[in-house]
């Protein structure tokens, strides 16, 4: 009985195995016959619009690259474009020859770097009564709210002209309060504005570098300075991030100070005039990158942007990936949602000129924002691994290996110190644009999170107090450490791998094993500061 009932086992394997053959059999008939004259054509199209915008990030790159060599040859430092002078004391004048100055800090339930803020801000030299250092407090969570209020009464102890500002509602998130803040009596007597966020430490000489632009250049509405990060070393993440931001300040933002006096306001670590800012409409809510938002109406008013690459302000990357994640949709969804909502409205303006107009429109918005994000991903994680299933379609090796080369190398020279690491921040930055397609996809058609704003949380000292036991007691929730997407991504370049090393001739393989691995790593959340705990 039992040799019979093996026998049966073994004649259904044989059966089951045999519809198994008969059903791939099946599914590679049906692909064969559609690859070449459905699939390949359509892939043919993907690989030349891919191609055409990776020449339109190319030529960006390059482009911005050759002025940045051009500016260091020449010595051309805003010193030297711009009027600059050091403020003189005048003894008629006293005081009154320093202009006055406004300094805000909005602040949401910042526990960990409150302190750090409003310390700095109040260390700012520059004389007591031509200062204003205003919090501005949305907490929620009651004891934050009295621990910042605290420290606010304690620099006011010290002589310090502190405000202590608070809302009812968290309306417009930070624009909202940042608006609010303006409303205030005592605003009216000051001539700019200076922005830090909760985590941002200033020098104490940052207005003597700064205000002197202002002072002497009437036409000049905003000095931007550079971010210097604390915690780069932290993680691999956190210096994945640092060679990003490298290149946004030394390069991006330095050519559009240069060539057009005009970049996107970061948000921080800059200084207003608020003639300029009132004249651009204020502070609006309408995305989540008001920043950006204010420094576009400022730019078609006319005003002028200056860029200090040498004047850096202390300041927290983001080091948990949950955080990181959030600051990137709102970085890649904010900017393509106000390029939606601004195009008509640039084409239309009449005060700046043509050759300015497009370097915003195609530049600036298109090309930075919304072309980088999307070809990314679209190119090196979808279409590449696709070209391996269907060899009918030829990938031309400049666009497949020397542009993308190019570019990267252009990115990495901002960042010397990390060029060992340029292998893991190409995987890094594929599997992040899955994360910015997204965003951008959801600005552009202004759906679903197209308004979330999530505050970015920052650890301050907090890391350098707890313990590794303490750090391993922090959970994530299963919906929190895996992303699925990213995850659905990694079979798909698993798959073409495999199929590549198994029956292709381009050894496109190694690529993709190397990008699968980084795909499933962070779809299973194992990068940042605190690793899941299973």
């Known amino acids: ?37 459905l699939i390949a054509p359509l892939l043919n199209l993907a690989v030349i619009i891919c191609l055409l915008m990776s020449v339109m990030l190319f030529i960006e790159r390059v482009y911005m690259a050759i002025v940045i060599v051009l500016l260091k040859l020449c010595g051309k430092r805003p ?24 300094v805000q800090i909005p602040m949401y339930n910042e526990r960990e770097v409150f302190q750090l803020s409003i310390g700095a801000a109040c260390g700012l030299s520059w004389p007591s009564d031509r200062i204003i250092v ?53 605003v009216r007597e000051c001539d700019y504005v ?9 020098e104490p000489d940052f207005l003597w570098k700064a205000v002197p632009f202002l002072m002497h250049n009437p036409d000049i509405g905003l000095v931007q300075a550079r971010w210097k990060f604390v915690n780069a070393d932290e993680c691999l993440m956190t210096r994945m991030q640092e060679m990003s931001l490298d290149y946004h300040f030394t390069v991006e933002q330095e050519v559009g100070s240069a060539t057009h006096a005009f970049f996107g306001f970061n948000g921080t670590a800059g200084i207003w005039r608020i003639k300029a800012l009132n004249e651009a409409g204020g502070w609006k809510d309408r995305t989540t990158v008001e920043d950006m938002d204010l420094a576009v109406r400022a730019s078609l008013r006319g005003w002028k942007f200056v860029f200090i690459g040498n004047l850096g302000v202390k300041n927290e990357l983001p080091s948990t990936f949950k955080a990181y994640r959030y600051q990137q949709h709102r970085w890649s969804c904010g900017p393509a949602n106000l390029f939606r909502k601004m195009l008509k409205e640039i084409i239309a303006n009449k005060k700046v000129s043509a050759w300015k107009k497009f370097h ?22 979808v279409v590449i691994p696709a070209t391996v299933l269907v060899p009918e379609v030829q990938l031309p090796k400049w666009g497949a290996v020397y542009i993308p080369t190019t570019i990267t190398l252009l990115n990495a020279m901002s960042t010397p110190r990390s060029l060992h690491l340029l292998v893991f921040w190409i995987l890094f930055e594929n599997v992040m644009s899955l994360h910015r397609t997204k965003a951008t996809i959801i600005g552009l058609l202004e759906v679903g999170r197209v308004n979330e704003w999530v505050v970015t949380e920052k650890l301050g000292d907090a890391l350098k107090a707890k313990t590794v036991k303490q750090m391993k007691k922090r959970r994530s929730k299963i919906g929190e450490r895996l992303h699925v997407l990213e995850l659905f991504t990694g079979v798909y370049l698993f798959f073409c791998a495999c199929y590549d090393f198994a029956f292709g001739k381009n050894h496109f393989f190694i690529y993709l094993f190397l990008q699968a691995a980084a795909f499933f790593i962070m779809g299973f959340g194992y990068i940042g500061t605190f690793v899941p705990d299973f």
């Open 1 to 37: 009985m039992d040799r019979f009932s093996t026998s049966g086992n073994v004649f259904s394997e044989e059966a089951f195995t045999g519809v198994g053959n008969d059903m791939a059999q099946q599914i590679a008939l049906v692909w064969q016959q559609i690859r070449a004259p």
């Open 79 to 102: 010193e030297k474009k711009y009027k600059w002078e050091p403020i003189k004391d005048d003894v008629e004048s006293g005081n009154t020859v320093y202009p006055m100055v406004l």
């Open 134 to 186: 205003q919090v501005l407090d949305d907490s929620t969570d009651p004891t934050i709210k009295d621990l910042v209020e605290m420290e606010c009464q304690k620099w006011a102890g010290k002589g310090i002209n502190i405000k202590y500002e608070i809302r009812d509602n968290r309306k417009g998130y930070k624009a909202g309060a940042l608006k609010e803040g303006m409303k205030h009596n005592y």
């Open 194 to 202: 200076v922005i830090f966020d909760a985590d941002f430490q200033p």
């Open 360 to 381: 915003v429109i195609y530049g600036f918005f298109f090309v930075r924002k919304i072309v980088a994000h999307i070809v990314t991903f679209v190119f090196y994680c």
